[in-house]
């Protein structure tokens, strides 16, 4: 089978489990008219690839079933225009109410965010706080990841952090309004209680990436 073919099957598999929510191997077969066997190679790939997840269902008192669904990132492979309609909402409160309302309402909601942030990091040390935090932005889309570092940019003991966001999973509307990431600096240090922030790097100014240092005060 060609590569072309094997795409378009996953592709055809995670179709049908998005319409259906869960199928066993045998009846996606049936549906897609191939194999169980080569269904079941697709099957393992993809679940390697993290695009679904399986439970047992045990139908008898012989051995139990797969029965498989997607996983978020599999529901990711689907088109999502919700940036559209965000940036429109937006564009549509812009010309409706006040510089000073719209500047509250995104206030408003990184305070938020911040409080949320906050409340799943919890407390405790500050390296665990800051990789509490890359996993939750990671886990959002940002592509994150921490490290700390001394003075000289070398590895140090926990002070001091670098806090990198490879991709922007809001870039759309950043594009368009580049406020709503003004009180990133601000969220994070809610966030991460006792600590200052600043920006090292930022996607909206042309970089490939948005950096932050975070250290104790």
Not at 22 to 46: F, G, W, Y
Not at 186 to 215: K, N, P, S
Request: charge should be negative.
């Amino acid at each position: 089978m060609t590569t072309t073919q094997q795409h378009s099957t996953k592709q055809d598999i995670l179709q049908h489990l998005l319409k259906q929510g869960q199928a066993t191997a045998q009846n996606l077969a049936e549906c897609l008219r191939i194999s169980p066997q080569a269904v079941r190679r697709h099957l393992k790939d993809m679940e390697e690839e993290g695009l679904i997840v399986h439970e047992a269902v045990q139908t008898g008192m012989g051995r139990p079933s797969h029965t498989y669904g997607l996983s978020q990132s599999g529901r990711d492979r689907f088109p999502d225009r919700s940036d559209e309609f965000a940036i429109s909402l937006l564009d549509t409160l812009a010309e409706t109410i006040s510089q000073e309302q719209m500047k509250s309402i995104l206030q408003k909601q990184w305070e938020r965010k911040a409080l949320e942030y906050r409340d799943r990091i919890g407390s405790g040390l500050l390296k665990d706080r800051v990789t509490k935090l890359a996993a939750i932005r990671q886990a959002e889309g940002y592509m994150a990841e921490c490290h700390s570092i001394d003075t000289d940019g070398a590895v140090a003991d926990g002070n001091r952090f670098v806090l990198t966001e490879h991709h922007c999973a809001i870039s759309q509307i950043a594009e368009s309004f580049p406020s709503v990431c003004g009180h990133e600096l601000e969220m994070f240090a809610v966030a991460l209680q006792g600590c200052t922030v600043e920006r090292t790097h930022w996607i909206v100014d042309g970089e490939h990436r948005c950096g932050y240092l975070i250290q104790s005060k």
